[in-house]
């Protein structure tokens, strides 16, 4: 079709055709996590406590250009699966950024791997969870947690914001349901009609007939052949209105909201979370109770309970007393590897730091 990101039909490989069963017979969903080899070193803590927080959580699948991010043992003592970047129709070089691609991996996940449950819980792979958790109840309804406090992530470009509203209205041609909170919180539940339905949807509005903004509309050596899937339509109009940035958990979170019956399909419930720096694991010479210390202080008095030795210290990391530590405050945190090697607090950003709702700690 004459553009760069479509990956030639020759060298789409195979899913992992893994029947669902086993160890994980009762499962509600599974979970996917995009790894780079940037997060490879965090990778065993972040499955290691999915795993353990993560109720009724099935197969953990890996997405990454390469299985040399998972550490043998994870596979067998976690359930993880390795899922090839090369079962997707679509590949990194031609899209204009490597966030986009990542996240047009999460989700079209449950199109490329079919052998995955109906509920996938996607994660950051820099989450780590503290609490135990549960992503879909009883009823089968996906639940959601948002943020409410990051200023940037809510407001549009037009005042100052990273332009996550203008991104949803682009692609799905009204505004978000609840414009005072955002879904980027470091992961989401994505249900496979849903995700169909979505794609669907941005196609009908981008394809020939469509009334989306013709800047995303199809090439004009294609537009109108009616040789585009839908599946194409839909990413040539997300990368197209992804600058500055996008968001696929505002993009879905919106549409699940926008049409859901009632509570049928989806609730919302609140998280405490926070985003923090340095974690264990990151490299030499760095751990998670020096970033603790040094971004939280007083706020949480974590530094106390997991021992930091202080900004200028390099103390052995204690995977479980920070665990424990930060789990009597918060459900997860995210370690950005952006702020891993900070020690200024997020105090001098626009609107509080803490990404929890309606809390302050």
Known sequence: ?????LREPSTVTEPPDLLKGGVHD???????????????????QVVAWLRRHAIGLGTIWIVSDSPNVIEPDLMTKYGVVWVAESVFKFRKEGLPRSDIYQQLLKLF?????????????VCDADVLWLRDVEFVDSDGRALYAWGAESYWD???????????PDFVSNLLGYGKPHPNRTAVAHHMVFERTTVNDLVEYVAARFGPNGNGHPVARMPPEVALTGE????????????TFALPRPSEYDLYYSFVTATATA???????????????ACCRDGPGLSLEVS???EVGAEVAVGAEVGVAGVSGRPT?????????????????????????????MENRPGKWSGNVGKEY
């Open 317 to 345: 990391c204690n995977s479980e007393d920070m665990h424990d530590g930060l789990g009597a405050h918060f459900d997860y945190i995210a370690c950005h590897r952006h702020m891993r090697d900070r020690n200024d607090r």
């Open 292 to 294: 603790v210390g040094a």
């Open 1 to 5: 079709a004459g553009v760069g990101w």
């Open 109 to 121: 996940f449950l199109d490329a791997v079919p052998a995955a449950r109906r509920h996938v819980l």
């Open 263 to 277: 509570t049928s399909m989806a609730a919302d419930r609140e998280l405490v979370w926070s985003d923090f720096g």
């Open 26 to 44: 009762d499962a509600q969903y599974d979970a996917m996590i995009p790894c780079h080899s940037k997060d490879a070193n965090m990778l065993p």
């Open 154 to 164: 809510i407001a549009d470009r037009a005042h100052g914001g990273f332009g996550y």
């Open 228 to 239: 585009w899937e839908p599946w194409m339509v839909f990413v040539q109009a997300f990368h």
